[in-house]
């Protein structure tokens, strides 16, 4: 299986504030990496998807980069409604896993 | 509209036996996977496993296969997810998500089942 590690764990951030969460794989996933938000009570939601591109409906501040084996989603401005916890996910081959997740506080 | 629909929450005992559904609609049925996805309280995702409906081949995570069983009936649009004799740690919301083909990204969620097994 391909181990996918999220970092970090948590973070606290103020509105406004950039921020950027790292995902590792442990092999490379070439382009397939996707990050999706979860809140509290909900399913989660696709962002970004083959690592850079922008998910229909997703506010442009929400970016992502890499390709191999290091990954990054950045928010460029934070907004209220940001706080959320995230995760990566490699779409390269099954199991599809996910990272173990980070959680986004407010500040 | 794409839309994938789960079946309601579950309380059930160790030992108990459990299908859940997962219907979808607004797309053609057969031509994406679905996968399920666990989220045990508090915690991360795990994906279980993921089936094709147009043929039902399926691939199971090697930390699920064994103790799931993912089935799926074109007839309905609907795919499943089962296990023999639930355990307590079972207890977890499982959602069902359809496969983007093309890039390999979960485009559509269902709303999750609620899976409760408690004595």
């Known amino acids: 299986d391909i181990q996918m590690t999220q970092s970090p764990s948590s973070l606290s951030a103020s509105i406004g504030n950039r921020i950027t969460i790292t995902c590792r794989a442990s092999?490379?996933?070439?382009?397939?990496l996707n990050w999706y938000q979860q809140k509290p009570g909900q399913a989660p939601k696709v962002l970004i998807y083959?690592?850079?591109s922008l998910q229909s409906g997703v506010p442009s501040r929400f970016s992502g980069s890499g390709s191999g084996t290091d990954f990054t989603l950045t928010i460029s401005s934070l907004q209220p409604e940001d706080y959320a916890t995230y995760f990566c996910q490699q779409g390269y081959s099954p199991p599809y896993t996910f990272g173990q997740g980070t959680k986004l506080e407010i500040k | 509209e794409v839309q994938l629909v789960q079946s309601g929450a579950e309380v059930k005992k160790p030992g108990e036996s459990l299908k859940i559904s997962c219907k979808s609609s607004g797309y053609s049925f057969p031509s994406y996977w679905i996968a399920w996805v666990r989220q045990m309280p508090g915690k991360g995702l795990e994906w279980l496993g993921i089936?094709?409906?147009?043929?039902?081949?399926?691939i199971y995570s090697p930390s699920f296969e064994g103790q799931v069983t993912i089935s799926a009936d074109k007839s309905i649009s609907t795919a499943y997810l089962q296990w023999n004799s639930l355990k307590a740690s079972d207890t977890a919301m499982y959602y069902c998500?359809?496969?983007?083909?093309?890039?390999?990204?979960?485009?559509?969620w269902g709303q999750g089942t609620l899976v409760s097994v408690s004595s």
């Open positions: 089936i094709s409906p147009g043929d039902s081949e399926t």
């Open positions: 998500a359809r496969l983007e083909r093309r890039e390999y990204y979960f485009d559509y």
């Open positions: 092999q490379s996933i070439t382009k397939y």
């Open positions: 083959a690592a850079s």
